[in-house]
């Protein structure tokens, strides 16, 4: 199984950004994804969730009506769309599923 991120980087407050996470080495349709992020000094945090058909996405308060998580089932890819960013949304962000992880996108929102 290997996840991979993509789509991080450098942005100023009120600006957005687009994650991408590839994933391979299972049946990717047939299951949930979901990215979390971990700021310095702090603890990793579920950030949005997305059920295996995508009918079903679930958002941390901090980021809710921000951000929008997706997923492409024929292109074996999860996204999430991070819109308004804010100074406190820098982070690594990671996708997961199953256990697994990606290597993580650093996202940084600095003026």
């Known amino acids: 199984v290997q996840l991979v991120e993509s789509g991080g980087g450098l942005v100023q407050p009120g600006g957005s950004l687009r994650l991408s996470c590839a994933v391979s080495?299972?049946?990717?349709?047939?299951?949930?994804m979901s990215w979390y992020r971990q700021a310095p000094g702090k603890e990793r945090e579920l950030v949005a969730h997305i059920s295996s058909i995508g009918g079903i996405t679930n958002y941390a308060d901090s980021v809710k009506d921000r951000f929008t998580i997706s997923r492409d089932n024929a292109k074996n890819t999860v996204y999430l769309q991070m819109n308004s960013l804010k100074v406190e949304d820098t982070a690594v962000y990671y996708c997961?599923?199953?256990?697994?992880w990606g290597q993580g996108t650093q996202v940084t929102v600095s003026s």
């Open positions: 080495g299972f049946t990717f349709s047939s299951y949930g």
């Open positions: 997961e599923t199953r256990s697994y």
